[in-house]
């Protein structure tokens, strides 16, 4: 892409405070797949407003460095796990992102030949659905069968502070732990549940949850990007050098409703 549409996309994204000419530089391909992630949000949106889709889509607009930041260097034998906000990740992860765009119309040529739609999407060491936490325990579970196998690979659960509420959650965190698996979690903090405040929703502090595990934890945020990649990578290391889980809190925010029905 031309460097005007990806300092103009940067000012969009609110990153103010940078020095947009040496960011852009540094960051030249993860900005761009950033910006076709928001592309493909928005062209979902587009085709609900034109009635060419059905159902309901959740967006990650506001928050596509947190999946680049986490997913664009994973190798093909890295898993990630998802759920119902999973569109940034799976391109990310994948770079599918025209069977993904067939898949939410319905299409054969879609990823899971039209069947899975938003949610439901499974690809290469790719794995998403609806349901809060639900995929954590059996991200635990392949975390598990890497380890015994002696692959050097990690698995990525990512989850919403809404999943905080979940007890699954903290089963695993448990499993984790004390299996020692070579398990990242990646908690994108948007501030809201739905259309819940997390001051009315979340008590205490987020990252005494993961810390009273034994769990490893880093914090970063999507308005500084050279610090969310150096973060990023230091927790992926983390999980792959030591075979042990940890957990990385990103604080972001949506900029789109919770979905397209509300």
Known sequence: MKQDLLIKSFKELA??????KKISNLFSDEIEEAILIRLVENTFLDLFSQGLMNGTVHTCVGQEFSAVAICSDLS??????????????????????????????GLESGICKGIGSSQHLFHN????????????PVAAGIAHHLKKNQKNNIVVSFIGEGTLGEGVLYETLNLASLLGLPH???????????????????????????????IKCFE??????????????????????????????????????HSKSD
């Open 15 to 20: 990153l103010k405070e940078h020095d947009y």
């Open 76 to 105: 093909e034998d890295d898993w990630v796990t998802s759920s119902h906000r999973c569109h940034g990740h799976f391109i990310s992860k994948t770079k599918k992102w025209s069977a993904l765009i067939d898949e939410l119309r």
């Open 125 to 136: 060491g790719f794995l998403s659905n609806g349901p809060q936490g639900s995929l954590v």
């Open 184 to 214: 990242l979690f990646v908690l994108e903090n948007n501030l809201y549940s739905q259309s819940t405040p997390q001051a009315d929703g979340v008590s205490g502090e987020i990252l005494d949850r993961p810390k009273s595990f034994n």
């Open 220 to 257: 970063a945020n999507t308005w500084d990007l050279e610090q969310l990649f150096l973060v990023a990578g230091k927790a992926k290391k983390y999980v792959r050098d030591n075979k042990k889980p940890a957990l990385i809190q990103i604080k972001t925010y949506r900029l789109n409703a």
